[in-house]
């Protein structure tokens, strides 16, 4: 599982991290194994308390990158998914000073034209 974490606007949300970090933009990444059973918990640091988006990514071929094909991808908000990347506003987080719990359900491709929770 790989959560990143991006400033809160469209131009930046899912950019490449090199170029957020070479602008000095907010840019933070947490990689842990899956566990065989149970839920995930995922903690990661933010620079500082405020609004950014994320995106977190279950990369079953290992192979570091999203593949549409085989690959789940989740949101906060869970917002409903297609085929391009959701609005930054859509996925939009305020985090406070403490820990800032958050529900992101998986979402994995069924068939040709749908995204969604593994059994639905």
Same mark, same amino acid.
Request: hydrophobic share 35%; with cysteine; glycine share 8%.
């Given at each position: @599982?790989? &959560?990143?974490v ?12 090199? =170029?957020? &970090? #070479? ?5 933070? !990444?947490? %990689? @842990? =194994? =899956?566990p065989?059973? /149970? ?10 308390? +405020? ?11 290992? #192979?570091?990158?999203? /593949?549409?094909?085989? %690959?789940?991808? /989740? ?5 409903? &998914? ?8 859509? =996925? ?12 992101? !359900? @998986? ?8 995204? +969604?929770?593994? /059994? #639905?």
């Amino acid at each position: @599982m790989r &959560l990143e974490v991006y400033p809160p606007d469209n131009d930046d949300f899912l950019e490449d991290d090199n =170029v957020l &970090l #070479n602008e000095g933009k907010t840019f933070r !990444r947490a %990689d @842990m =194994v =899956v566990p065989q059973k /149970g839920p995930v918990t995922i903690c990661i640091r933010i620079p500082a308390p +405020g609004t950014y988006t994320l995106s977190l990514l279950h990369d079953r071929d290992s #192979n570091r990158k999203f /593949g549409l094909s085989i %690959d789940g991808i /989740g949101f906060p908000n869970n917002p409903r &998914l297609r085929f391009s990347k959701p609005a930054a506003a859509a =996925v939009r987080v305020t985090a406070s000073a403490g820990i800032t719990p958050l529900t992101i !359900r @998986m979402n994995y491709r069924h068939g040709l034209l749908s995204f +969604g929770p593994i /059994g #639905n």
